[in-house]
């Protein structure tokens, strides 16, 4: 079963620093219905670098499924400035838009990377941004320069400078490790000898809160990625489990068996007695805070099966949100707050999404043992584990179902996704 009250089997943790892993392997099926044909032209001066930008540009706009990539090969010299573009060259190559650059290295070591997007049909620039940064910050512009490109190209926001959390099993060893969106630069933050479950975002982007079971009991922990420093949240009679952060970061939702059956309850951030939402004769566990704080999702067997609910934040009447099937678990909601994802099972358990205003649902995913679906911060895109050929792997659906991943490890199964925040601007 998928509740989270069922799936608690942790042990003790090795909280020693660990080497990076492999990267995530990205299969990509499908398209959005009108993709936007785009040329990323290789940047002046990257050629002698570690990293060429341009292909990092071009791979997050291809995996978006938004994109028709053109081929800007053959055009030589390949344009760096807006002056050197012959916009009839590329309009007839099929490119609605473009992107130069060139990157200049700095007598401090440092690089300065300048780039700007052109509208090719109507010959004008759309956008122009520069970056000073070290040699070590390549990856990581690229993916700001993949993201505002996809923010002037269709109007929403990008996602690819965001980070996903994941649980890799290999052989006996569990490894909490977060990513790159693209699934590039995974680090281990946590490692055990026994399962590790239920990591969720804090939304500042830095800390994880987790379930372990180091004290032969389920305990949820909270933990800072970058440093590593962490401390109990909770730690009452009986289970602890299923962490869910509010949208202010103030306070989290849990699910306990303090009381005897598993009730949702919140809690301080730095832990703290826990207050409870709520009372009833069934199971309420996987909770799930709204973007604008005012409703808990959650999963409840109250009716006699598992279902999806929701209350208000604050307390309340409970009101019953699914009723196609006799399973209906793991809610999530859109960031806008319009669509619910849950897994639902008919022929095997599938990601499925439904429009809160007319309560219509779709099958998103192709998969049969699908689980721990994860909204992208702009909505777009919904992160979950499935399973491949008897293996563990990650795969990605759009909201609307036309695009799909699949990623894939060749170090061992993946599980337990979780995508991160949008990242904080500076001064935030």
């Not at 780039?115 to 010959?123: E, G, T, W």
């Not at 993916?143 to 996602?159: E, F, M, N, R, S």
């Not at 009452?236 to 059956?261: E, H, Q, V, Y």
């Amino acid at each position: 079963m998928l509740y989270q009250l069922i799936r608690l089997f942790i042990a003790m943790l090795l909280l020693a620093a660990v080497p990076a892993r492999a990267a995530l392997q990205i299969d990509i099926v499908g398209g959005a219905a009108n993709q936007i044909p785009v040329a990323i032209v290789p940047f002046g001066g990257e050629a002698g670098l570690p990293q060429h930008i341009s292909q990092i540009v071009s791979a997050d706009l291809q995996r978006s499924g938004m994109f028709k990539m053109i081929d800007p090969s053959g055009v030589v010299p390949a344009p760096i400035e807006p002056q050197d573009v012959r916009y009839p060259d590329w309009q007839s190559r099929g490119a609605d838009a473009m992107a130069i650059g060139k990157i200049t290295p700095q007598p401090n070591g440092q690089l300065e990377v300048h780039f700007r997007l052109l509208d090719v049909v109507r010959q004008m620039q759309l956008a122009g941004v520069s970056y000073v940064i070290s040699p070590a910050q390549l990856r990581a512009t690229a993916h700001k320069i993949a993201d505002v490109i996809y923010q002037k190209l269709t109007g929403d926001v990008g996602v690819f400078s965001t980070r996903i959390a994941y649980v890799m099993k290999m052989g006996r060893r569990y490894e909490l490790q977060v990513a790159d969106a693209d699934g590039e630069g995974a680090q281990t933050v946590l490692a055990s000898n026994e399962p590790i479950i239920s990591p969720t975002w804090a939304p500042d982007g830095q800390r994880l809160a987790y379930v372990s079971f180091e004290s032969r009991k389920p305990v949820i922990y909270v933990q800072n990625v970058n440093t590593g420093q962490r401390y109990v949240l909770a730690n009452f009679k009986g289970s602890n489990s299923a962490p869910a952060w509010s949208p202010d970061g103030t306070k989290l939702a849990i699910a306990l068996t303090r009381a005897g059956d598993t009730q949702i309850y919140t809690i301080g951030a730095q832990g703290g007695p826990a207050t409870r939402l709520m009372t009833s004769s069934g199971i309420d566990t996987e909770p799930f805070w709204s973007a604008d704080g005012q409703w808990i999702y959650f999963t409840s067997d109250r009716g006699g099966s598992p279902q999806v609910y929701r209350l208000p934040a604050g307390g309340g009447t409970a009101e019953r949100l699914t009723f196609d099937g006799a399973y209906n678990v793991s809610p999530q909601v859109s960031p806008d707050g319009s669509q619910l994802v849950y897994v639902h099972r008919e022929g095997g358990d599938h990601v499925t999404i439904m429009d809160l205003a007319s309560r219509q649902m779709q099958v998103l995913s192709d998969t049969r043992e699908d689980e721990s679906p994860s909204f992208a911060p702009n909505g777009k895109i919904i992160l979950y584990a499935t399973e491949v050929n008897g293996r563990g792997v990650l795969a990605a659906v759009s909201a609307d179902g036309r695009v799909k991943q699949r990623l894939a490890s060749k170090a061992g199964d993946v599980r337990e996704p979780a995508w991160g925040p949008l990242p904080k601007a500076v001064g935030q």
